[in-house]
């Protein structure tokens, strides 16, 4: 179905986007985001331009990364982040969970 998406940027963004609000309705405390959009990720990183096609989009994001917990971008290249694409290319209803692992 249609859900706005007029660019792959803009979903690029949106995955970002959704990605963030997962992590923090399940209460993550750290959190490391991995895209293998350079461009997004600089985007996000820097002033939001009220002017920019996809601000409302920018702001949300914003939002989520000054909650109070420890986010970290980085950029992957999409060769060694297949495994990433995979997961993203797949169906909402496929039955993929998000499993979270704790550390010891």
């Avoid at 895209?35 to 002033?47: F, G, I, T």
Wanted: glycine fraction near 4%; charged fraction near 20%.
């Amino acid at each position: 179905g249609d859900i706005g998406v007029d660019t792959s940027f803009k979903a690029e963004l949106l995955v970002i986007l959704d990605g963030l609000q997962s992590c923090w309705n399940r209460r993550y405390l750290s959190v490391l985001l991995v895209s293998d959009s350079k461009m997004a990720l600089e985007l996000v990183r820097q002033p939001i331009q009220h002017t920019h096609r996809y601000a409302g989009v920018l702001c949300h994001i914003k939002e989520f990364m000054a909650k109070p917990w420890a986010l970290r971008l980085i950029h992957s290249w999409r060769e060694r982040n297949m495994y990433a694409d995979m997961l993203a290319n797949m169906r909402p209803n496929s039955g993929l969970r998000l499993w979270s692992l704790k550390i010891l």
